[in-house]
C-alpha cells in the first residue's frame, strides 16, 4: 500500500490537483463546487479504472481475473467514491462556511459544534455577512 501510495495515487492526484487549480484559479464556494464537480464527474471515474486494476495486479491476479473483478467492483467502487467524496464536500464547504464567515479563530469550535448540532426540522437564518446560505442542497439547517 505504500508503494501504491508513493508511486501511483501521490503523483496521480497531486498532479490532477495542480491541473485543476491551473484550470480553476480561485478559492470561492463556487469555484470549490466547480472543482468537486470536474473532479468527480472526470478525473474520479478514470482514476477508479486505473487504480482498481492496478491493486488487483499487485495481489497477483490474473489478467482475466483482474478484468472480471473490474467490472464487478467498479459501479460500486465510484458510487462509494461519490458518497465519500461529495457528501462531504456538500456538507463542510458548501454549508459549513457561510456559518464560520467571520468567525474568529477563538471561536471556531463553538461555531463548528453548534453548526453540527442539527436537529430536525431546525432552519439556520442566512449569515449576517449578507451571503446567502445554501438550504437547498439537501441538508437541515440550524439557526
Same mark, same amino acid.
Request: net charge positive; proline share 9%; hydrophobic share 40%.
Given at each position: ?14 498532479? #490532477? ?49 483482474? #478484468? ?76
Amino acid at each position: 500500500m505504500v508503494l501504491l501510495g508513493c508511486g501511483f495515487v501521490g503523483p496521480v492526484v497531486g498532479g #490532477w490537483y495542480k491541473v485543476l487549480d491551473r484550470f480553476i484559479p480561485g478559492t470561492t464556494k463556487v469555484d470549490a463546487l466547480k472543482k468537486m464537480l470536474l473532479d468527480q464527474g472526470g478525473f474520479a471515474p478514470c482514476f477508479l479504472g486505473c487504480f482498481l486494476p492496478l491493486v488487483g495486479a499487485l495481489n497477483g491476479l490474473p489478467a482475466q481475473d483482474n #478484468w472480471a473483478k473490474l467490472q464487478r467492483d467498479y459501479p460500486d467502487a465510484l458510487i462509494t467514491n461519490y458518497y465519500v467524496g461529495c457528501c462531504p464536500m456538500r456538507c463542510c464547504y458548501l454549508e459549513l462556511l457561510p456559518v464560520l464567515e467571520g468567525t474568529s479563530a477563538l471561536s471556531l469550535p463553538h461555531s463548528i459544534i453548534s453548526t453540527l448540532q442539527i436537529g430536525p426540522g431546525t432552519v439556520r437564518q442566512p449569515p449576517q455577512s449578507g451571503h446567502s446560505s445554501f438550504h437547498g442542497i439537501g441538508l437541515p439547517v440550524r439557526t
